[in-house]
């Protein structure tokens, strides 16, 4: 079991079924939490697209869209990070071996990119049941340029 993902209890949580526009319910917890926590906002943006992309695939891919599958989003603020934790009732995936999006022969396909960027914009990333749950740290500090 990840450290992330074992140790975290969440402050916040929502439940929600797995339709697309239950996106925006994500988006309103991270702007609460951003906001609540003090949140710098050069961090903001990286949240929120790396959650938001989490919970685009827990839905699609995770619950394959099947709205009587839930997607559970919950927060902690430990220290100086917030850690976001999703997850969904599928069967998880490979996430060691997916293909590389900036390959070349994968640059043209319209998906494949939402793991890659969560690595890229989360201070850690941290995945257990088979991918069906991921954790994400992010610094509450300002990013350093």
Do not use: W
């Amino acid at each position: 079991m990840g450290t992330l993902i074992e140790d975290v209890q969440f402050t916040h949580r929502i439940e929600f079924p797995s339709k697309a526009e239950n996106i925006a319910l994500v988006e309103k917890l991270i702007d609460d939490a951003c906001k609540a926590h003090n949140v710098h906002e050069s961090r903001y943006g990286n949240i929120l697209i790396a959650l938001t992309e989490a919970v685009n695939n827990a839905i699609h891919h995770g619950n394959r869209q099947d709205a009587s599958k839930q997607v559970t989003v919950g927060y902690e603020v430990e220290a100086d990070r917030i850690i976001f934790l999703i997850r969904d009732e599928g069967p998880g995936f490979d996430h060691d071996h997916l293909p590389d999006p900036t390959d070349p022969e994968n640059i043209e396909k319209p998906h494949g990119r939402g793991v890659f960027l969560m690595r890229a914009l989360a201070d850690s990333v941290e995945f257990e049941d088979n991918g069906a749950s991921v954790a994400m740290a992010f610094s509450l500090l300002p990013v350093q340029e």
